[in-house]
């Protein structure tokens, strides 16, 4: 059995993570969604936050095959626990490649992971956690750029802060 992981931030999961991770699902036995948590980031929601957005954006549409994780350590680390011998990585028009190779060639080293890189599908390719911040925290619609589950959150998070800071 082949194992992938799809790491990342979701921070907070969009509708082209969800892209890639249902496009992953139908080509590996089983795909972990591996939530990274990287300490030198102050994400917008915690990690905990971000592994039951995705879970309840997945159950919506039916994913036995797809365990949702998250880890603070590296993500080769992470493949060689559970026997994962693939990392799955979304690829958008706007420099990821060369981005993500530098990252492909070392996971490789230290797991023996190979990467595989799945193209954005071009009607979500624009979309990114950061471009969904920022259209949320200035009021604009961010229904269908992430799960339906993500918006209530999105809208507490941004109270929160609106509250916090005057």
Known sequence: ????????????????????????????????????VNAAKT????????????????DEDGYPQVQVASTTGLVTDYCTQVGATVIVKGLRQ???????????????????AETLFIPA????????????KDVAR???????MVPDCVIPMLADVLHKERVNHG
């Open 1 to 36: 059995m082949t194992i992938a992981v799809c790491p990342g931030s979701y921070d907070p999961v969009t509708a082209g993570h969800l892209d890639v991770i249902e496009r992953s699902s139908r080509l590996f036995e089983a795909v972990h969604v591996l939530v990274a």
């Open 43 to 58: 994400p917008m929601f915690s990690a905990q936050d971000r592994v039951q957005a995705i879970r309840r954006a997945l």
């Open 94 to 112: 706007n420099g990821d490649y060369e981005a993500e190779l530098g990252m492909a060639l070392v996971n490789r080293k230290l797991a023996q």
């Open 121 to 132: 599908d071009p009607v979500l390719e624009h979309i990114s956690s950061s471009i969904v």
């Open 138 to 144: 200035h009021g604009g619609d961010v229904r269908g």
